[in-house]
């Protein structure tokens, strides 16, 4: 098996680079791609671990420096801070709906929205999330931080779920993931799916029994008009614009909401896979 070295890495950039330099229209897609990879690889190597894990344990845990970590015998692996992944879909407007949803493109723009809201990391502290099952959360980091609203440390956990309980247990709570340097390694060229500080998990599938449908059906409405052949002279007049039609708001469907979601997870699955911002 071959080893890469921090110092072929740097060879090969400046390989890439100079090539990019020299050709009028750059580097072709492949072979941006195989630069970024390289790169990323590059900033792995020059990571320091940030935590020391007991393998036998699963739970002990030291900041202390382990000097033979690295070795086979080693009681405690090397942790690293789980560096984010770069996917920041755009926000979507009904004039960007596809042919499938031509008749609501704004109930598929304001699923679209919250689907990429539920998903993105925001500009302010995770405040709220979806309480969802506990096998609903994908184990996606070796070692858990469970943290209060002010940095200090409650607890260490292996265990993804108890991690998901402690961020749904009070507004403020924050957990930090920390990963072996092969999922490090994976993360930072695209092929992990470490959840960074502050995301928000969620299901890959609404369903009624992992509560997605209490929660979500008639969040969304939709506007649509009425025709009426007479007038009725009630209520609703104030809305009629004097052609016999009346403008309502109505909930989007259920099997709408779905639909709109598995499209935006299969989007947001495809950018963290391609590295697309």
């Excluded at 630069?35 to 002990?60: I, Q």
């Excluded at 942790?79 to 984010?84: D, H, I, S």
């Excluded at 924050?174 to 959840?195: C, D, F, M, T, W």
Aim: charged fraction near 25%; hydrophobic fraction near 40%.
């Amino acid at each position: 098996m071959t080893t890469i070295t921090k110092e072929w890495l740097q060879q090969t950039i400046a390989e890439f680079e100079n090539t990019r330099d020299d050709i009028p229209f750059g580097l072709d897609d492949d072979d941006a791609k195989i630069l970024l990879v390289l790169k990323r690889a590059l900033a792995s190597l020059d990571a320091e671990p940030v935590r020391y894990l007991n393998k036998f344990s699963g739970t002990c845990v030291t900041l202390e420096q382990q000097s033979n970590a690295a070795d086979d015998v080693a009681v405690y692996i090397p942790l690293y801070t789980a560096p984010p992944v770069p996917v920041v879909p755009e926000e979507a407007y009904s004039d960007d709906c596809p042919d499938l949803y031509a008749s609501q493109p704004e109930a598929w723009a304001a699923g679209w929205n919250a689907c990429r809201a539920a998903l993105l990391h925001g500009a302010e502290p995770v405040s709220q999330t979806y309480e969802l099952p506990q096998t609903q959360f994908e184990q996606v980091a070796d070692l858990y931080e469970m943290q209060f609203d002010d940095g200090r440390t409650c607890a260490f956990h292996t265990d993804g779920a108890k991690a998901a309980q402690w961020l749904l247990a009070c507004d403020g709570n924050k957990v930090q993931e920390y990963v072996r340097l092969e999922r490090y390694h994976e993360a930072l060229i695209g092929n992990s799916p470490v959840i960074p500080d502050d995301w928000v998990m969620v299901p890959k599938k609404l369903t009624a029994e992992n509560g997605a449908k209490s929660l979500l059906s008639g969040e969304f409405l939709e506007t649509t008009f009425i025709s009426f052949p007479e007038c009725l002279a009630d209520e609703e007049c104030e809305s009629c614009d004097g052609s016999g039609r009346i403008k309502i708001e109505v909930p989007v469907s259920w099997t709408t909401i779905k639909a709109i979601w598995n499209k935006g997870v299969e989007h947001f699955r495809s950018s963290t896979a391609t590295g697309d911002n």
